[in-house]
């Protein structure tokens, strides 16, 4: 069964210092990944996903499948980006073109000025 | 202005009561969905519809069911609320694309059962 793990609940850190949020999976196919964020009092909403290969916000994430790994990375980070991000994975297909999403328990970003 | 409505927004009700909680989207997508959240936790798909007429269960077990007679329109419905039901649902959609579809969600309906 397909499943999705972020390790941090919560990760702190200091605006301009570079963040990682991590994103390893599990799924026996050719996984699709995407990185959700909720900002305070926001919907969720679609960040960025590893097809599209963009840059985001100035943030990145490259899916390395040696490791199982989808990290979402930015160099320096922003008081803005203090949200909740959810890494998903596109999978098990529920049939007419469509993939149930996956989602991790989430990791909340906390930058402090 | 497309977007994807959810009511109502909070819902404290006593146990026993039967609600319905109503999801409307204006995107044009035939795709729609239903997941809930606990506090803390991830997300999980109670339910979803390819369009109208067409309903079915995602992989966590929930008592409540799921309507889709119009295809901007699919309302949950809890025939008798429990405690165990207190949660956040949240609705989503999407279009018909290749497998990457984007899911777009509404904003939530924080439910409480007394």
């Known amino acids: 069964a397909q499943r999705v793990t972020q390790p941090e609940k919560l990760l702190s850190v200091f605006k301009g210092a570079p963040v990682e949020l991590k994103c390893n999976y599990s799924y026996s196919g050719s996984p699709e990944l995407f990185w959700y964020v909720q900002y305070s009092r926001q919907r969720l909403q679609l960040l960025l996903r590893h097809i599209s290969r963009e840059s985001i916000k100035g943030f990145t994430a490259d899916l390395n499948k040696g490791e199982t790994s989808f990290h979402l990375k930015k160099p320096f980070a922003q008081e803005e980006d203090s949200a909740m991000y959810y890494c998903?994975?596109?999978?098990?297909?529920?049939?007419?073109?469509?993939?149930?999403?996956?989602f991790g328990k989430g990791t909340k970003l906390s930058v402090i000025p | 202005e497309a977007d994807i409505y959810q009511t109502p927004r909070y819902l404290v009700i006593g146990t026993g009561k039967k609600i319905t909680l109503e999801c409307s989207q204006t995107m044009g997508h035939d795709k729609m969905y239903w997941y809930q959240q606990d506090p803390g936790m991830e997300l999980h798909l109670i339910h979803y519809?390819?369009?109208?007429?067409?309903?079915e269960k995602g992989d966590l077990s929930s008592e409540s069911t799921v309507s889709r007679i119009r295809t901007e329109h699919f309302p949950l419905t809890l025939e008798s609320a429990r405690p165990s039901h207190t949660s956040q649902y949240l609705c989503a959609s999407s279009d018909w694309t290749a497998r990457t579809d984007t899911q777009y969600f509404g904003p939530g309906t924080r439910l409480t059962v007394l």
């Open positions: 998903a994975l596109s999978g098990p297909y529920s049939g007419a073109g469509s993939y149930q999403l996956t």
């Open positions: 519809s390819y369009g109208v007429n067409s309903t």
